[in-house]
């Protein structure tokens, strides 16, 4: 969907990751319009949650652009029994061998 020139996703809080990332997602001013958005960190535990080749990119993306506090995404991927698959991903597509 997109809102003015902005690509939005909007996702249903189904699952207890994405009932977490509505419930602390940030309050900001968009052009005098207030809105929530998640956390970088919870965007990241959402793809790696969900797993298709599209979430891989975005979660390289966001690596590379080093925007998540790391030690706030280990705790949401622990919390959330996701540390085994961000590992697989590391693996994958971080790992520079």
């Known amino acids: 969907m997109v809102i003015g020139n902005w690509p939005v996703q909007l996702l249903p809080a189904e699952t207890p990751l994405l009932r977490e990332a509505v419930e602390q997602a940030r309050a ?50 622990a919390r959330h029994g996701l540390k085994t698959v961000w590992q697989r991903f590391e693996s994958r597509y971080l790992d520079p061998r």
């Open 28 to 77: 900001v001013d968009y052009e005098g319009v207030p809105a929530r958005v998640m956390t970088a960190e919870h965007l990241m535990a959402i793809a790696a949650q969900t797993g298709r080749a599209k979430d891989h990119a975005r979660l390289v993306a966001f690596v590379e652009a080093g925007v998540a506090d790391r030690a706030r995404l280990d705790d949401i991927l």
